[in-house]
């Protein structure tokens, strides 16, 4: 399967893993590689020549709830206990925008919201939502924005606004595509890490610069947003792994120290009315290319972050059922291995 994994450590922003697959063998390159080697690598379906760590492009799906949320407490200034209805869609405009869970989730406060990833609730937040406000705040959690890893060839994704839409579709913003956006998709597009800068600088408050080649210089600007808010949207991720419902609780780690994260899914194609009368096709109907990409991203340990982790599985289906146990199995060795060391 094509995947790509980014770790980063929450305290000096060092990289750990970029993992990027299916990838090929750098030491055919040293003595020049045959062209037929080239056109295989070149026009092989699967891409091994991208590094899909810095410069894949995917919607980040509801994994960007996480900033949505923190938008709407910070900026907006939402009570977070007030709940919202979810039947399974609701309506807007001529449009029905649908929850992935078909009956719906019923009433959800923001905190079942996140554990659950209810997109009901997040629409109904979108109305209220003007996107160019969202856009920046969003931007200093480095959506939409290059990261300046010392690494060429990286891809800045997009963070769309109304002046981004004009500028490229020559057309104005729909308040419709604002409730696309706020669970990370239209638009949208990040790379896994962005998305891994994202939940870290969540996990840490901090402006983290990641960076391949090792330093000291490890201070970090603190991020303009509320300890109280930070510390409600570490607590619903908190809830995504290790309480029931949560959408990847069958991923949460054994022991002291806690996963959190967020689930997210990454749709790749349009729904049409039709399909939804007569019923959305599951991922395993579909032709591998149609089928959504898994992710998940995430943070341990919950009480003093370390790692931040991102991984997305390309075509893959829901977030819970393949990215979230990879995470998993990732940061159960990465923190056996560090916690090791740093017992001695």
């Not at 091994?48 to 938008?71: D, E, H, Q």
């Not at 600007?221 to 109280?228: A, D, G, L, R």
Request: hydrophobic share 35%; proline share 3%; glycine share 8%.
């Amino acid at each position: 399967i094509n995947v790509a994994v980014v770790m980063i450590d929450c305290d000096s922003a060092g990289i750990n893993c970029l993992l990027s697959t299916p990838s090929f063998d750098n030491n055919e390159f040293s003595n020049g590689v045959t062209s037929e080697k080239w056109q295989s690598l070149v026009n092989n379906e699967s891409n091994p020549l991208l590094n899909r760590c810095i410069a894949g492009l995917y919607a980040p799906g509801s994994t960007f709830k996480l900033v949505t949320a923190l938008f709407a407490l910070e900026i907006m200034g939402i009570n977070p206990n007030n709940n919202y209805f979810c039947s399974g869609f609701i309506e807007f405009g001529n449009r029905k925008f649908h929850c992935w869970k078909e009956g719906g989730h019923g009433s959800v406060n923001l905190k079942e919201a996140l554990k659950k990833s209810c997109d009901c609730y997040f629409y109904n937040l979108a109305k209220k939502i003007n996107i160019n406000k969202l856009a920046e705040f969003a931007r200093g959690f480095s959506v939409g924005v290059p990261t300046r890893i010392d690494l060429p060839n990286e891809l800045v994704g997009i963070m769309p606004d109304s002046g981004w839409k004009v500028k490229n579709r020559g057309e104005r913003w729909q308040k419709g595509e604002t409730l696309n956006t706020v669970i990370g998709q239209g638009f949208m597009l990040s790379t896994p890490l962005q998305i891994t800068l994202m939940t870290a600088m969540i996990a840490t408050g901090k402006k983290i610069k990641p960076k391949v080649l090792h330093d000291t210089k490890n201070f970090f600007e603190k991020i303009k947003v509320s300890n109280k808010n930070l510390d409600f949207v570490k607590g619903a991720m908190y809830s995504v792994v290790n309480e029931y419902e949560g959408t990847a609780f069958s991923s949460k780690l054994t022991g002291k120290h806690k996963l959190v994260g967020k689930t997210g899914t990454s749709q790749v194609r349009k729904i049409s009315i039709e399909e939804r009368e007569s019923g959305v096709l599951k991922n395993n109907e579909l032709i591998y290319k149609l089928r959504d990409h898994s992710i998940f991203t995430g943070f341990a340990p919950y009480n003093k972050p370390k790692f931040a982790i991102t991984v997305i599985a390309e075509h893959m289906g829901s977030g819970s059922k393949v990215a979230a146990p990879i995470s998993k199995k990732i940061m159960q060795f990465s923190l056996s291995k560090f916690l090791k060391e740093s017992n001695e």
